[in-house]
């Protein structure tokens, strides 16, 4: 006699419909976007080194005090949003949507004054971006970090008027975690950067 079939078939109603972290694809995406744009960074800045063995004098235009003291404005307003960006993501795990939203306000206003910052140090640099090779790497380090801290600013804008405006389900907390990720990933690569094109050529001249 034949034996009767087997159900395979699984039951997943109990499974839970939402998750943060590693568990969803979209955290993934999100790493690799990071490892790419990491790579782009590295190369810039191998890039300025290798530049700064063709030249007798370093550097061969300084960036200038104006512009030294904005960067490093800039830096210190990022480094202060590390810490509501830290807060939010643990209210996030706990679901406090409106604690969440709140820090994520200020950390977003603590990012739009070091952008600011940013927009007053590009005019004040010694140099164009074509004046020489030096200046071509600084520029392009400091144009794509640019890019990246309005592309953080965007993301964050957007999720402020959702969550004000609604409806809030519970996957925007987990695009909101990804922004606070990688809103951390941002002032990880910032601070080198900074240290690289100012601090170098003060701490290591010739």
Avoid: C
């Avoid at 694809?25 to 290798?50: C, D, K, N, Q, R």
């Amino acid at each position: 006699m034949n034996e009767p079939e087997r159900d395979t078939t699984i039951d997943v109603s109990g499974l839970p419909t939402f998750a943060l972290g590693a568990r969803t694809p979209i955290f993934w995406g999100v790493v690799l976007l990071m490892a790419i744009e990491t790579t782009m960074l590295a190369l810039m800045v191998l890039s300025y080194f290798y530049i700064r063995g063709n030249f007798s004098s370093w550097p061969p235009t300084w960036p200038g005090d104006r512009a030294f003291r904005l960067a490093t404005a800039g830096v210190l307003l990022l480094l202060a949003s590390a810490i509501p960006n830290h807060l939010m993501g643990r209210a996030l795990v706990s679901h406090k949507v409106v604690r969440s939203r709140t820090l994520l306000v200020i950390t977003t206003l603590l990012g739009l004054a070091a952008f600011a910052t940013r927009v007053l140090e590009f005019p004040r640099l010694q140099f164009r971006w074509d004046t020489h090779a030096y200046g071509s790497a600084v520029w392009g380090i400091l144009g794509l970090n640019t890019f990246h801290q309005v592309s953080a600013l965007l993301e964050n804008l957007v999720m402020i008027v959702l969550l004000f405006v609604g409806p809030v389900e519970k996957k925007h907390l987990h695009d909101l975690q990804l922004g606070g990720f990688f809103w951390n990933w941002l002032i990880g690569t910032t601070v080198p950067l900074y240290a690289i094109v100012y601090l170098e050529p003060l701490l290591f001249p010739r």
